[in-house]
């Protein structure tokens, strides 16, 4: 009866989707770091509420969006200040 486990089936099925789920995700949030480099207001910046729109309808979740954000507000602050 090897392999005709049936949480064995859900495991091999969940780790697959979490994995595809896992990438989009970061290749969402990317984007929205990119994005709020420039000005960090999505209401300034078309290419970031797009962002943002993008990534709700994908299921990011709202922290990891905010997160997201300040991360590339706080990169941008710092480069500022370097030179």
Known sequence: MSGHNKWSQIKNQKG?????????????LKAISVAAKNEPNPDF????????????????????IERAIARAAEEKNYDNTRH
């Open 16 to 28: 697959a989707a979490d994995k595809k789920r896992g990438q989009l995700f970061s290749k969402l």
């Open 45 to 64: 910046n078309p290419r970031l509420r797009s962002a943002i729109e993008k990534a709700k309808e994908n299921n990011v979740p709202k922290e990891k």
